[in-house]
């Protein structure tokens, strides 16, 4: 990770990248249009990871009230740095941001990475019966 360089700047952010990443290879927003994404990356608090060279290489946003609650999504590491701990790098932000905000509460959802969360202190839901939701996504499969 050393070789990274992480950037909470949004004007760092290489939009048509993102956009590419999330609406094209991201299981969870494929087909999501380039609007929506950028009102939802300018309605957030984003991240970037960068390459020696400049080249954005990884992305995550989080959606919070900066008081009480945290949701971590859009994660996303180019495939070509994939298994250099970048995951893990974004997840660490994000419990890093929200303690600096003083937010107690930090969720997300992932369908296969747990195991990079879980290097961060995300822990599955202690109560996941408390917990509701309107969906109206076609499934994801």
């Known amino acids: 990770m050393s070789d990274y360089r992480l950037s909470e700047d949004p004007a760092d952010l290489d939009l048509d990248r993102v956009v590419r990443w999330i609406s094209e290879d991201a299981y969870w927003a494929k087909g999501r249009t380039r609007e929506v994404i950028e009102r ?12 020696p060279g400049g080249q954005q290489v990884a992305v995550a946003r989080i959606v919070s009230d ?4 945290a949701w971590l999504c ?11 701990g970048l995951g893990t790098v974004l997840a660490d932000w994000a419990a890093d ?18 195991g990079v969360y879980a290097k961060a202190g ?5 109560h996941p019966e ?5 969906d109206y996504r076609p499934p994801i499969g």
């Open 122 to 126: 995300f822990v599955p839901l202690a």
């Open 66 to 69: 900066s008081a009480t609650f």
């Open 74 to 84: 859009d994660v996303y590491v180019d495939p070509a740095h994939r298994g250099r």
């Open 97 to 114: 941001w929200a303690g600096r905000q003083d937010i107690k509460r930090v969720v997300l959802s992932t369908l296969d990475a747990h």
């Open 40 to 51: 939802a990356f300018a309605n957030s608090f984003p991240v970037g990871l960068y390459a």
């Open 130 to 134: 408390r917990w509701m939701e309107i």
